[in-house]
T-cell receptor, first 111, second 115 residues
Framework: DTGVSQDPRHKITKRGQNVTFRCDPISEHNRLYWYRQTLGQGPEFLTYFQNEAQLEKSRLLSDRFSAERPKGSFSTLEIQRTEQGDSAMYLC?????????FGQGTRLTVV | AQSVTQPDIHITVSEGASLELRCNYSYGATPYLFWYVQSPGQGLQLLLKYFSGDTLVQGIKGFEAEFKRSQSSFNLRKPSVHWSDAAEYFCAVGSPPGSYDKVIFGPGTSLSVIP
């Protein structure tokens, strides 16, 4: 499978714990995006990388959130001191232009 | 700023009936427009896209959409709905290449299909 892959698919964590998600984009894609989707809502933009450079962060991305793409390939999204409001589906997408390809997402549940 | 509205939160149609899902966008220039479908627990799948040219675009699974600049709309249609079309549908708007290629999604329309 050469699509966008995300790991893990599901994560349950206790409030206050740190979590890290991984996204492997399509190999030739230089752009990588993170979105968050809560129940009954459309995906909301979080952040965007072109190669290893993080070019924009949404105001939704509080100081507890950090994303990296160290070698311009895979990316990680870390949430520190998780809160119940962080419970959501975290979607990763990659693109070479305007066509986005999404992974299946990581569903985070904070209990 | 770009924005997308989908006026219908939930729609129910009978199998075999026609379908139209509404989408309105706000964007300063000619946008790039998309429709995505998301089945429960799944990622987003691109149904179709409009970049330029013919304002009626064909997509996968028998879907089509029409771009109407005067109405700032990009409604999705299907002449005959199948039970497997039950899913969440998202309209999205993006920037042309050369600018920041962020895609903004609407809130989605949930489609239920009655056998």
């Amino acid at each position: 499978d050469t699509g966008v892959s995300q790991d893990p698919r599901h994560k349950i964590t206790k409030r206050g714990q740190n979590v890290t998600f991984r996204c492997d984009p399509i190999s030739e894609h230089n752009r990588l995006y993170w979105y968050r989707q809560t129940l009954g809502q459309g995906p909301e933009f979080l952040t965007y990388f072109q190669n290893e450079a993080q070019l924009e962060k949404s105001r939704l991305l509080s100081d507890r959130f950090s994303a990296e793409r160290p070698k311009g390939s895979f990316s990680t999204l870390e949430i520190q001191r998780t809160e119940q409001g962080d419970s959501a589906m975290y979607l990763c997408a990659s693109s070479q232009g305007i066509l986005f390809f999404f992974g299946q997402g990581t569903r985070l549940t904070v209990v | 700023a770009q924005s997308v509205t989908q006026p219908d939160i939930h729609i129910t149609v009978s199998e075999g009936a026609s379908l139209e899902l509404r989408c309105n966008y706000s964007y300063g220039a000619t946008p790039y427009l998309f429709w995505y479908v998301q089945s429960p627990g799944q990622g987003l799948q691109l149904l179709l896209k409009y970049f330029s040219g013919d304002t009626l675009v064909q997509g996968i699974k028998g879907f089509e959409a029409e771009f109407k600049r005067s109405q700032s709309s990009f409604n999705l249609r299907k002449p005959s709905v199948h039970w497997s079309d039950a899913a969440e549908y998202f309209c999205a708007v993006g920037s042309p290449p050369g600018s920041y290629d962020k895609v903004i999604f609407g809130p989605g329309t949930s489609l239920s299909v009655i056998p």
